[in-house]
Structures are given as C-alpha cells and as structure tokens.
C-alpha cells in the first residue's frame, strides 16, 4: 500500500502561483508513478502531470505545459506541483496519486486539497 498527503492548498489571486507537495509513504515508491489531478465538481477527474523514480519518466498535461511543473524528491519521497499564472479555471480540489509502473490505473489516493482561485 501507498499513502499519500496533499499540502499547499488554498485561496490565491488570479495571476499568482502555488506550490502543492505530496508526501508518499509505503511500498517501494521506486515502482511507482506519482502524479497529480484535479477535479471540478460536477466533472471528471483529470491528470495534470506525472513523475516516474528518474525524471525523464515525467508527463505534463498539453493544457497545462506552459504553466506547471512537477518535480520529484526521491530522498524525501515528495512530489510537488507548481502551478503558475493562475486562472479561475484552475479553481479544483487536486489530488495526489499513485500506480505501480506499467499499470494502466492509478489505485491510490491522497484526500486532496482545495485551490481556489478569484478574479
């Protein structure tokens, strides 16, 4: 089993950045995918980016290309989002996730955290 905790949520202004970090714990994360979603009530869940154990396993969303990155921490077995140039659109609860490699579902979740954005 993979447990994972979402941090760094909040209110922010349109225009302004935000850092969420996930803290993985359990079976060996080297096997793992850790990614990030967001969902907007009402709408699916979709996948923002995702980080293999070596960065060049990493996969970001075309929507989102221009405005995130994500970053891995092996050594604190971390993974964070960095979100720029916030829009109102971008107002979700985001979550952390995680799927062994080569699996075609991610099958552990964090609770989420809420980002709000305003105009």
């Known amino acids: 089993q993979v447990q994972l905790v979402e941090s760094g949520g909040g209110s922010v202004q349109a225009g302004g950045s935000l850092r969420l970090s996930c803290a993985a714990s359990?079976?060996?994360?080297?096997?793992?995918?850790l990614a990030w979603f967001r969902q907007v009530p009402g709408q699916e869940r979709e996948i923002i980016a995702a980080?293999?154990?070596?960065?060049?396993?990493?996969y970001v969303a075309e929507s989102m290309k221009n405005r995130v990155t994500i970053s891995r921490d092996n050594s604190k077995n971390t993974v964070d989002l960095q979100v720029y140039n916030l829009k109102p659109e971008d107002t979700a609860t985001y979550y952390c996730?995680?799927?062994?490699?080569?699996?075609?579902?991610?099958?552990?979740w964090g609770q989420g955290t809420q980002v709000t954005v305003s105009s």
């Open positions: 996730a995680a799927k062994p490699r080569g699996a075609s579902n991610y099958d552990h």
């Open positions: 359990g079976r060996t994360l080297s096997m793992y995918i």
């Open positions: 980080r293999g154990w070596e960065p060049q396993v990493t």
